[in-house]
């Protein structure tokens, strides 16, 4: 029900008002502020709501109820009648030939949790939160009615982000930083690990593959089935090394030059000494800081990078006793000395300390300690342990690590993350600090592919979760409680632990022999679930096309068959697929087939023994039917090659190579539960892909107008939708998407990036085959003015009959503003409130869109084409009031029955001539008719309280999987059900991959039904006088 609290707060006041004995103005009093109350709950603007309830409480008091109308009624009455003006007024679409051109609001509800970790283009992971808070202290947030927004557009922001044109990752700019009020949120986990999870909106839509196809769905339409996009491989651009002298300038740290070089940087920059002392933050003596810069040593936060050495700087911390000298860039040493501390070390102000007990690492961390910062280390055996203690004393190394390594000092095993300047760093510098890290913390198995790596904080386990997406490299998270203690395990598994093998590895001898032995093993093992693509039928039905046996293609493709029965393949298969096809290697099953069709002979054109083993496999497979010595093709084979010449194998084949060579794997959903409600979500606008990571999933936001062109099909005209969106690779293949599901025409041009050029060809291209042409234009916010411009523009050059504002009922009030800046622009002939269903501030957006003066024309309930309403504010208050909206039921039974002959229906089954195909319609037209509970949303009595009970949704998937039933019999079986035993239920039960039990379940729905028929045909008086109701009869 839309606005479902909203709804229920009135219906309360309403029940209130009919039960009163009398009606004075104490019970009116009461019944205003139950009704101020619910508005301002639904986010209705304070001013309206003063105003309305004055003039309810006016109206009420003063005036009399008129003749035949009793004072309860009479109030109930105001009630709706102030409420209906307040929701504004509305107005049908001419149902003609015409364009519209759609135009709408970047939606503010699709929002991630603010711990959610977002990976950066620079490299760097950092929680939503943090990002917002970053940008939040250096520009100007701007207040809106739900929280607050940051232009970030002229900043350099960039994030990965997926291409859902050629499933890659790339690098995408943010324009805008969103903070809003906290919202319900639901947490999707996927089957990688029990920690693998991200907290989402109820609207936020992710990127599925579902029974083979490529799909965007809302967050909470996901299914146990789906699978989910997720990140494999992303690339960060780094053409120069870190450098991390503006990190030491930060520190009280004294560099040593030759004595000329110092003291002729210190006079030429400074017009004295004491000047110079001055701008120190620290505390010095004057004598001995003028005897320093004579000995050439001088504070570095004076030094600029041009005479800073390049290479290595000789620094120490000031109050220290020994020099120390350290790399002015991050190179791939200094990282790996990074990875050891992270993993085995231990800081304390005076030195720092590492432990291990594998020879290899002793040797190379002493090698380091001298080669990077010239100290010896003093390594002492561990009393406790076969371990060694390697101790650098440092006062100054300490420092820094502290400082600019952002490493704890003594415990840190719960706490510790890796310093943002390694995340900035180049994948060779990654790599080297993960072999360091993985070297101490992690374990390779000996006898099957799996490399862990386990720690007590959860930041570093998912920050190496996803720095390995960098390499190519996937693994998984899980949390476990070991002695009332977390600990989080990162899991590289399968083929991936080859990867991992190649591009980091270890320096351990022991793990170098187990990591090699990864790739003997993966020779005759599998890739691993992670790493296998479901797609359904798609592979048996391109083989079909094709003429392909399953033999033929596995000379090719090792263990096809299991694939192909599986519906998931392996991505290596998968490419070697595409190969196979590629190459115009094309069977004969097809050709065969057509020439039995034509009635020509087999043997002139293959040999015996093949004909022979084609016969037999179509025969089994009920394509063919062997009659005498005649070869018949069954309604089963018909259905096969008129499927089979109708096939776009071209489009399947580009398809399956996008995902052969995606930057995306495609993990199982395995849970979705509600969680709690933060202070605050995140959102952020993302240029083109509108896409991002998080939490190494990519999440994304969407469009939609395929409504309203299934609005106008109903209607019996001919829609045709253009893809006007050109800065959003996405909104093509979406809209194509759309198009498709909803059968009507489609123009786009990926490749202009002029929308005005894009519409203007659409529109010539659809001058005499379509009736109503939709146009979609870029999603946009009143502060862009190249976009306002563009809207423009496309205004000018098209001139629309119709221009509707798209807009999100969960902005609230917030929509007025953005309403009235778009009406100001181009005139808003209409308004689509969409989202109607899932926001509580439903209220503050009609009331909005009533202040600008814009008639509602459309209001969306869902996201299915049958949760998309005429707006009748009449029927909509009946309706909230629990009066229910009769008028609107009449018109969807009206739009199901469209285009069938009603009359010539209702008589065959009042003659008793019932069987399954007039079942199947019947179902059709209530399926046509929207979902049940929106059906009883319309009853009168509140019939949609009363039905809570009746568990709605289990009867509409019931009547889902009695269609696929009937789909899977014949058109022969469907008008003779009496020819339905047992064997043809076995066939038909496999068929549509249910259970037999659930085949004689619809046999025995039907027989209830006929009998009902029965009833009436026998009845001649009760069947002319149904007739006669029904104005069939005369």
């Known amino acids: 029900m839309v606005l479902d609290n909203l709804g229920d707060s009135l219906k309360r006041t309403i029940k209130k008002i009919a039960n009163a004995v009398h009606v004075d103005a104490q019970l009116v009093k009461e ?119 940051i232009d970030v557009s002229n900043d350099d922001l960039v994030v990965p982000s997926f291409n859902p044109s050629v499933f890659t990752m790339e690098p995408k700019k943010v324009t805008h930083l969103w903070r809003l009020n906290g919202k319900s949120l639901l947490e999707i986990s996927l089957d990688a690990g029990n920690d693998c999870s991200v907290k989402v909106t109820p609207e936020h839509p992710f990127f599925v593959l579902r029974n083979g196809k490529f799909l965007q769905l809302r967050a909470d339409e996901l299914q146990p089935q789906d699978y989910i996009a997720v990140p494999r491989e992303y690339h960060v651009v780094k053409d120069k090394q870190y450098d991390l002298l503006t990190d030491l300038r930060q520190l009280d740290l004294d560099i040593f030059l030759p004595a000329a070089v110092a003291k002729s940087y210190m006079t030429t920059h400074f017009p004295s000494m004491k000047t110079a002392l001055a701008q120190l933050n620290t505390k010095r003596n004057y004598c001995k800081f003028t005897s320093y810069v004579k000995k050439g040593r001088i504070p570095l936060r004076y030094l600029d990078d041009t005479t800073c ?53 002793i040797e190379r961390i002493n090698h380091l300690g001298k080669d990077l910062f010239n100290l010896t280390a003093g390594i002492r055996k561990d009393k406790r342990s076969n371990a060694y203690r390697i101790v650098f004393s440092s006062t100054t190394l300490s420092m820094i690590f502290a400082r600019v390594f952002g490493f704890p000092q003594g415990r840190k095993s719960a706490i510790i993350k890796i310093p943002p300047c390694i995340l900035k760093g180049s994948n060779n510098v990654l790599s080297r600090f993960l072999r360091a890290y993985f070297d101490c913390d992690g374990s390779v198995c000996r006898n099957y592919r799996l490399v862990e790596l386990t720690s007590k904080s959860e930041t570093i386990v998912k920050q190496v979760n996803l720095l390995l997406r960098r390499f190519g490299i996937f693994s998984g998270v899980s949390v476990k409680k070991i002695h009332a203690q977390r600990y989080w395990k990162l899991m590289i598994e399968a083929r991936y632990t080859e990867s991992f093998a190649e591009a980091i590895g270890s320096l351990i001898k022991r793990k170098q022999a187990r ?56 991505r290596e298969a998968l490419t070697k697929l595409c190969a196979f096809y590629l190459a115009e290697h094309k069977g004969d099953l097809l050709d065969i087939l057509h020439l039995v069709k034509n009635k020509q002979n087999l043997f002139d054109r293959y040999p015996c023994g093949k004909v022979n083993a084609v016969l037999y496999f179509f025969t089994s497979q009920n394509i063919l039917e062997k009659t005498h010595d005649h070869l018949l093709i069954t309604g089963q084979g018909e259905d096969f090659i008129t499927n089979a010449d109708n096939y776009n194998a071209e489009q399947t084949l580009q398809f399956l190579q996008h995902l052969a060579s995606s930057d995306a794997c495609w993990i199982q959903l395995r849970q979705i539960q509600p969680t709690e409600c933060p202070r605050y979500v995140y959102d952020f606008t993302v240029e083109d892909n509108h896409s991002f990571i998080a939490n190494g999933i990519v999440v994304h936001n969407t469009t939609s107008c395929g ?47 002029n929308a005005v050029n894009v519409i203007k060809e659409g529109l010539n291209k659809f001058k005499r085959t379509a009736d109503v042409i ?190 696929i039933i009937m789909d899977s019999m014949t058109n022969e079986e469907r008008e003779d059900p009496e020819l339905i035993q047992a064997s043809r239920i076995k066939r038909i039960a496999r068929g549509a991959g249910v259970e037999n039990k659930d085949v004689k379940e619809v046999l025995k729905y039907y027989n209830m039904t006929k009998r009902m028929m029965k009833g009436f045909s026998s009845d001649r008086k009760m069947r002319r006088n149904l007739m006669r109701q029904l104005d069939f009869g005369k």
Request: with cysteine; charged share 25%.
């Open 31 to 149: 019944v205003v502020r139950d009704i101020q109350r619910a508005l301002l709950q639904s986010d209705v603007n304070v001013k309206l709501v003063l105003e309305l309830s004055k003039k309810i409480e006016q109206r009420a008091l003063e005036e009399k109820p008129p003749s035949g109308m009793t004072n309860r009624e009479h109030v109930i009455h105001i009630v709706y009648d102030e409420l209906v003006r307040i929701v504004g007024a509305s107005r049908e679409l001419a149902i003609r030939k015409q364009v519209i051109m759609m135009v709408g609001l970047y939606g503010q509800g699709k929002c991630v949790h603010g711990d959610s970790m977002i990976a950066l283009g620079s490299g760097d992971i950092v929680t939503a939160e943090q990002l917002y808070e970053h940008y939040a202290a250096i520009r100007r947030a701007e207040q809106t009615e739900d929280g607050t927004i």
């Open 309 to 361: 050495p390049r290479d290595s700087l000789r620094i120490k911390h000031y109050p220290a006793r020994k020099s120390i000298r350290f790399p002015r860039f991050l190179t791939p040493d200094l990282a790996e000395f990074v990875g050891y501390c992270i993993g085995d070390g231990h800081l304390t102000r005076g030195y720092l300390e590492i432990t291990s007990a594998d020879k290899e690492i």
């Open 515 to 570: 990591l090699a032995a990864f790739s003997r093993m993966g020779s005759f093992q599998g890739c691993g679930k992670h790493d296998m693509i479901p797609l359904g039928c798609v592979l048996q039905n391109l083989r079909d096309v094709q003429g392909m046996s399953r033999g033929e293609i596995q000379t090719a493709v090792r263990s096809y068959g299991i694939y192909e029965k599986r519906g998931r393949i392996s």
């Open 707 to 753: 409504k309203l062109a299934t609005y106008f099909k109903r209607k019996g005209l001919r829609p045709a939708l253009i893809a006007g969106d050109v800065h959003r690779p996405a909104a093509y293949e979406q809209l194509k998407q759309i198009s498709e599901q909803v059968e009507v025409l489609f123009y786009g041009d990926k490749n202009e990036k």
């Open 774 to 963: 939709i146009v979609d234009t870029s999603g946009r916010h009143k502060l862009e003015a190249d976009l306002i411009s563009e809207m423009k523009n496309i205004f000018k050059a098209i001139k629309p009959d119709e221009k509707l504002l798209v807009m999100d009922a969960a902005m609230g009030q917030q929509a007025g503003p953005q309403a009235r800046a778009f009406n100001d622009a181009i005139g808003i002939t209409g308004i689509v409130l969409t989202k109607l269903d899932g926001t509580a501030k439903g209220g503050g957006a009609l009331s909005a869109a009533a202040e600008v003066g814009a008639p509602i024309v459309f209001v969306g309930t869902g996201e299915h084409s049958a949760d998309f309403e005429k707006f009748d504010p009449s029927g909509f208050i009946s309706r909230l009031l629990g009066m229910g909206d009769i008028k609107s039921l009449l018109e969807r039974a009206e739009e199901s029955l469209k285009g069938k002959d009603a009359e010539k229906t209702a008589r065959k089954l009042m003659s008793g001539k019932f069987n399954l195909n007039d079942m199947y319609e019947q179902m059709n037209m209530i399926s046509g008719m929207g979902p049940l509970s929106k059906i009883a949303e319309m009853l009168p009595g509140g019939m949609s309280g009363k039905l809570k009970n009746v568990d709605m949704d289990e009867t509409q998937n019931k009547l889902k999987k009695f269609r």
